[in-house]
């Protein structure tokens, strides 16, 4: 089983705050992980991607993976009102048949209030 | 925009009929993966088509039957809808069973089934 977990929120913080996103994958054959924004009735789009354990920064987005611990966490410097979404994590195996394939966490869901 | 569109956009049907989602990919992509997205939920993988081959399946049952055509067109068939089918159906598209960075999701169809 290829579970995801994410706290479900919903995750409310002000304007200009940070905020704190986070993920555990049970497969230590996780290969790649990414975070995805999702406005209401839209689909996901891609706002992060990491590989390697560490930090990766993206503007005012900042992705940590730590393998060890099989936690991957989004953080959001000084959040916008336009930042209110359900963020979903996925990871992927990238092997075999499952190339390509995603599993996605429930997402958590943001509101960023002004 | 993501270059990736689907058809229909909304959709009703009853318990037992059959429905067809049509998605229309990148020009060149040659993989196609459907999900399928419950209310609250994160998106499931349904089925990966490759070259107008199924290449990967998710734990979904056989009255989920798909398509790939060479203009880069897929279909999703639902067979013998249940309720529990009510959901946002997502494909992605992506050249050659690529990295999600490369994958483009298209709008989705959302489908009540009554």
């Known amino acids: 089983q290829k579970e995801v977990e994410q706290n479900s929120g919903p995750l409310s913080v002000p304007e200009g705050a940070i905020a704190s996103l986070n993920c555990t994958y049970s497969?230590?054959?996780?290969?790649?992980f990414f975070w995805y924004r999702q406005y209401s009735g839209k689909s996901p789009e891609l706002i992060m991607s990491?590989?390697?354990?560490g930090d990766k920064e993206d503007g005012r987005f900042t992705a940590q993976l730590n393998k060890a611990s099989q936690y991957v966490s989004l953080l959001i410097r000084d959040s916008q009102p336009s930042d209110s979404a359900t963020y979903l994590c996925?990871?992927?195996?990238?092997?075999?048949?499952?190339?390509?394939?995603?599993?996605f966490g429930r997402g958590t869901q943001l509101t960023v209030w002004p | 925009e993501t270059g990736v569109t689907q058809s229909p956009t909304h959709l009703i049907k009853t318990r037992g009929q059959q429905v067809t989602l049509r998605c229309s990919s990148q020009?060149?992509?040659?993989?196609v993966s459907w999900y399928q997205q419950a209310l609250g939920q994160g998106p499931q993988f349904i089925f990966q088509y490759y070259r107008e081959e199924e290449n990967g399946r998710g734990n979904f049952p056989p009255r989920f039957s798909g398509l790939q055509f060479p203009n880069y067109s897929s279909e999703l068939n639902v067979n013998a809808l249940e309720l529990d089918d009510s959901a946002l159906y997502l494909c992605?598209?992506?050249?050659?069973?690529?990295?999600?960075?490369?994958?483009?999701f298209g709008p989705g169809t959302r489908l009540l089934v009554l």
């Open positions: 992605a598209s992506s050249l050659d069973q690529g990295s999600p960075e490369t994958q483009y």
């Open positions: 020009s060149g992509h040659n993989t």
């Open positions: 990491i590989y390697s354990n």
């Open positions: 996925a990871v992927t195996l990238d092997r075999g048949s499952t190339l390509g394939r995603l599993y």
């Open positions: 497969d230590r054959g996780s290969q790649s």
